[in-house]
């Protein structure tokens, strides 16, 4: 596709759905003035790969077990980020256990992502740990993809990456972590057939090192170059690279950036994990996630400037022991392109969700509509798996927070064709997970709240509309909701979050289950979130 006719079509598209961010300079990303601060985006968006074709700059990240996976985001200056896709259409094509009747394996699934283009195409390859790999092309980054493809079964792989040889030859490397947490993980080099499906041979060991994975691999200036990370005892992790004028090595080793002090409050301050990007101007850029253990909005994403010592390319900045560390702010790699940030808001007025929606695993497609009722997603009740089981029913509809300083959840919901034993509402989903249900039982509908792992009952709904909010500050949270739109009034106790849930960092969105029958459903006019 022409680039220009590319940039078009995603910027109509930001219009018509009305899904843009109001546009202000916040505590992190652009600055407005040049300028950016870490992280870029202060949302979940772990396990970074970034490409350029063109002027045009294209990044995915791991969605594990939710639907659809793998996001595909579009930039112009590697600062300002929109979604545009995804590449995984369903999490259950890669195994049925996904499915809304299994709902297993939460935390595997997609992990780590790799993307690359080549011979006209974007490839995309990943490993679940416990299912294989797979992969998928497009055309498009936008999409659509092809089905994703298996290549081959295994477990206990992850963070693969592709790479073509000046022959044609193509590889992955990856690793392999069959001796588990904390011990020693093999980095492999395989070789692929042409058309990418398939492996030609069993992979070569190249690597062994604590916790050794992450791979990114690149061939500049004659030299091959595998990217990974790696755990030390004095520095936790640190982001490595190996470097040979062969293929098959020998490598030799160098650390390109590290944590400072692992015992200071700033534990998990290190660029590691994700990728190199070279712009049209020739700078060279690395962008990971940002993973600060204490941090429950999960790994958000960063970037870092790349200075080439010795043919090394030494990430962040340089320290007198030539190693890098992680740097706070910097100056844009390309100027004079907006503010923009990934969406949030959905009206609920086009065919299509919001493009920052996912489900959690697998969708009943039959329980949900957009054109049954214009201007409202209506959401259908099934039963859980497990009675009032948030982790065991289907189509929870989930969005990444964003900032973790302050935000406004509200929404809009119409409760007029409830049935008993239906619960649906506004989640907040993290290790302390949080509820704000409209529940109804003996034909009577009520606010109830499940936070700080305890339920409680509130008020009787008079009216067949019920609007909801949370409110979050510093990453503490306290639910609300109103009768009118205009009176607000408090639900339940506040609750705080402090860590990740199934390796994914707190996701804000909406539910509804009968614990009875699959009967009854309810109509959301709107979803809106603003952030700080």
Not at 297 to 326: C, Q
Not at 465 to 479: G, H, R
Request: hydrophobic share 35%; aromatic share 14%.
């Amino acid at each position: 596709m022409n680039p220009f006719r590319l940039i078009l079509t995603v910027l109509l598209f930001y219009i018509s759905t009305g899904y843009a961010q109001q546009v202000k300079v916040l505590s992190w990303g652009d600055q407005g003035n040049g300028m950016y601060k870490n992280p870029i985006i202060n949302g979940d968006y772990s396990d970074p790969d970034v490409i350029r074709v063109g002027s045009d700059y294209y990044l995915i990240t791991s969605t594990f077990h939710l639907s659809p996976g793998i996001t595909v985001l579009h930039s112009k200056d590697l600062v300002n980020w929109k979604i545009i896709g995804h590449a995984i259409t369903d999490i259950a094509y890669i195994d049925s256990i996904y499915s809304a009747n299994k709902m297993g394996e939460y935390g595997h699934g997609v992990w780590a992502p790799a993307i690359r283009y080549h011979d006209g195409k974007y490839w995309i390859y990943v490993f679940d740990p416990a299912f294989g790999l797979f992969m998928t092309t497009a055309t498009n980054p936008a999409g659509p993809w092809e089905q994703v493809h298996q290549v081959f079964k295994a477990k206990n792989y992850d963070d693969c990456c592709p790479f073509w040889d000046e022959d044609g030859q193509m590889y992955l490397s990856c690793a392999n972590f069959d001796r588990g947490w904390p011990n020693d993980y093999d980095i492999k080099l395989f070789k692929l057939t042409a058309n990418g499906k398939h492996l030609q041979d069993s992979g070569i060991v190249i690597h062994k090192g604590p916790v050794a994975e992450a791979t990114k691999m690149y061939k500049i200036n004659g030299w091959y170059y595998i990217l990974y990370c790696q755990d030390f005892k004095d520095t936790h992790r640190a982001q490595m690279a190996m470097r040979s004028r062969n293929i098959y090595g020998p490598y030799e080793h160098k650390r390109l950036c590290q944590e400072r002090g692992m015992q200071s409050k700033d534990f998990g301050n290190n660029a590691a994990q994700g990728g190199l990007v070279q712009t049209e101007k020739g700078d060279w850029f690395f962008l990971h996630h940002w993973a600060v253990m204490s941090n429950p909005m999960g790994r958000t994403l960063a970037m870092a400037p790349v200075t080439w010592i010795d043919d090394w390319p030494i990430i962040g900045k340089v320290e007198i022991d030539g190693v890098g560390s992680m740097v706070l702010e910097g100056k844009k790699p390309i100027s004079n392109f907006p503010i923009v940030r990934p969406q949030t808001n959905d009206e609920f007025n086009t065919s299509s969700l919001g493009l920052m929606w996912e489900w959690n695993h697998s969708p009943r497609n039959d329980k949900w509509s957009l054109i049954e009722r214009k201007g409202f997603l209506r959401l259908y009740a099934s039963q859980p798996l497990q009675k009032d089981d948030f982790f065991k029913a289907s189509n929870t509809l989930l969005q990444r927070v964003m900032g973790s300083k302050y935000g406004n959840i509200t929404t809009c919901i119409d409760i007029s064709k409830m049935t008993n034993g239906q619960s649906a509402g506004l989640c907040v989903v993290s290790k302390n997970l949080g509820l704000l249900k409209i529940v109804q039982k003996d034909n009577k509908r009520f606010i109830q709240t499940y936070t700080n792992a305890r339920n409680q009952n509130g008020k009787l709904i008079p009216t067949h509309k019920v609007w909801l909010k949370a409110i979050s500050e510093d990453n503490t949270y306290q639910f609300y909701y109103s009768f009118d739109g205009k009176k607000f009034k408090l639900a339940g106790e506040k609750f705080k979050l402090d860590d990740w849930c199934n390796w994914r960092g707190v996701e804000i969105g909406l539910f509804c289950w009968n614990n009875d029958a699959s009967s009854g459903y309810v109509d959301i006019n709107w979803f809106r979130y603003d952030y700080k």
